[in-house]
């Protein structure tokens, strides 16, 4: 079982940064890949970044390569999003989440944070 803690979001101008956290308990979370959604309003939630359990893989969403960066430290159990250039398009929940697989799609992710709100004002 792996329990998992959003934080950091926040109300941002266009072209700042935010940092998100997001921390993990359960003995075999460093086995799993982490993976970052967003839900916008009216809007499913979708795929922003994962990592790999052993953090040699990334994926990306193309409309956040280049400004995201997903990272993880095995030895806290965090797993961080470094956004920076936000645009206000990027405002919504973000969700971390852990997954026996490496993928981007949700459907494969069985544990879920409560989210942390991200603004971006233009």
């Known amino acids: 079982q792996v329990q998992l803690v959003e934080s950091g979001g926040g109300l941002v101008q266009a072209g700042g940064s935010l940092r998100l956290s997001c921390a993990a308990s359960g003995r075999t979370f460093n086995d799993y890949t982490v993976g970052w959604f967003r839900q916008a309003p009216g809007k499913e939630r979708e795929f922003v970044a994962a990592?790999?359990?052993?953090?040699?893989?990334?994926l990306y969403a193309d409309s956040v390569k280049g400004r995201f960066t997903i990272a993880r430290d095995h030895a806290n159990n965090t797993v961080y999003l470094q956004m920076n250039s936000l645009k206000p398009e990027d405002t919504g929940v973000f969700y971390c989440a852990a997954s026996a697989i490496f993928s981007r799609m949700k459907l494969m992710y069985n544990y879920w944070g409560p989210g942390t709100q991200v603004t971006v004002s233009s």
């Open positions: 990592m790999s359990w052993s953090a040699s893989s990334t």
